[in-house]
């Protein structure tokens, strides 16, 4: 009876202890690779998502500097052809102003 016993005891004991060393090292190891997979994946991913806005963004800002000079040159073209009109000469030369009379002449 005294055998009996202590075989149940013993099996109370062996269904109580937690797993074997070399299964938890197991478990932690699998469980540390895809830890370290899943942080290589998503920094991946980040790094590619990253790459492409600033892709997009280097092409909008190409083509808003290349606006900004067409912009820049017809801003001087408009300037020059300002001055033009309002110079002295042009306005001298203009039909408007040689068809008028000089205020000196009472003819």
């Known amino acids: 009876m005294t055998n009996l016993y202590y075989k149940n005891k ?3 004991i062996t269904d109580n202890r937690s797993q074997l ?3 938890e090292v197991k478990s932690t ?3 540390l690779v895809g830890v370290i997979g ?3 994946l998503s920094t991946t991913l ?3 998502y990253i ?3 600033k892709s997009a ?3 909008l800002l190409d083509k808003l500097q290349t606006t900004y000079e067409d912009l820049t040159t017809e801003s001087k073209e408009l300037d020059a052809e300002l001055l033009d009109a309002t ?3 042009n306005i001298d030369m203009s039909e408007t102003v040689t068809k008028m009379e000089k205020p000196g002449n009472s003819d």
Do not use: M, R, V
Request: no cysteine; net charge positive.
């Open 57 to 59: 963004k280097g092409y």
């Open 87 to 89: 110079s002295l000469t």
């Open 51 to 53: 790459s492409s806005q």
């Open 29 to 31: 190891y699998y469980l």
């Open 10 to 12: 013993a099996k109370k």
């Open 38 to 40: 899943f942080l290589l």
């Open 21 to 23: 060393l070399s299964e």
């Open 46 to 48: 980040t790094y590619l």
